[in-house]
């Protein structure tokens, strides 16, 4: 099972208010002003953040499935490629189950991901992602399945990426949604 973190992981207007204010920084100065410098956007379009945002949730999935609840210093990956909700949830979900001395298994599948908002400077990314958990499996200290009878197969999410420096993101938040079908 994945953590209620993953399963649990926008675009905002941000992106649309700097674009904005930097076509309106780029109108001719005051001689009394000094021209304030354009934002260089993460990417040339946005095809290209929407790559690299399926590329880190790859990596994240990865790392999610690397994780060994009786090791701690497994989980590191994995944080380092989420932020926000994600992170947060990530951190005490998976803390809670190396306390508890839950095991996980079997992988986690992205079956689809698709883009669907990002703006320039392309500092988020909007997704709707299908991932397949059945094949993942929790078992209690005492061998008994930590896995709800009612945990579907197949989860539907929207999914925000965020900059987390030059031409990478971070998994940052997820929501269930009934918007897309998997």
Do not use: W
């Not at 005051?30 to 354009?38: A, L, N, V």
């Not at 397949?132 to 200290?141: F, K």
């Not at 420096?165 to 997820?174: F, K």
């Amino acid at each position: 099972m994945i953590p209620s973190s993953a399963i649990r992981l926008r675009a905002t207007l941000t992106a649309a208010l700097v674009a904005t204010l930097l076509s309106v920084a780029a109108c001719a100065p005051s001689p009394h002003t000094t021209p304030s410098p354009t934002a260089t956007p993460l990417f040339a379009n946005k095809e290209d953040a929407f790559a690299a945002a399926e590329a880190t949730l790859s990596e994240y999935v990865e790392a999610l499935n690397a994780v060994d609840t009786t090791n701690p210093d497994t989980f590191e990956p994995l944080f380092k490629l989420s932020s926000g909700t994600v992170e947060k949830s990530d951190r005490k979900n998976f803390s809670t189950m190396h306390a508890d001395r839950q095991v996980l298994s079997g992988s986690t599948k992205v079956l689809t991901f698709q883009g669907l908002e990002s703006r320039l400077p392309f500092t988020t990314v909007e997704a709707a992602i299908c991932l397949d958990v059945s094949a993942v499996r929790i078992t209690n200290a005492d061998g008994s399945s930590g896995v709800s009878p009612d945990r579907p197969s197949v989860y539907a999410l929207t999914v925000e990426f965020v900059a987390a420096g030059e031409g990478r993101y971070t998994v940052d938040r997820a929501t269930p949604t009934e918007d897309v079908s998997c």
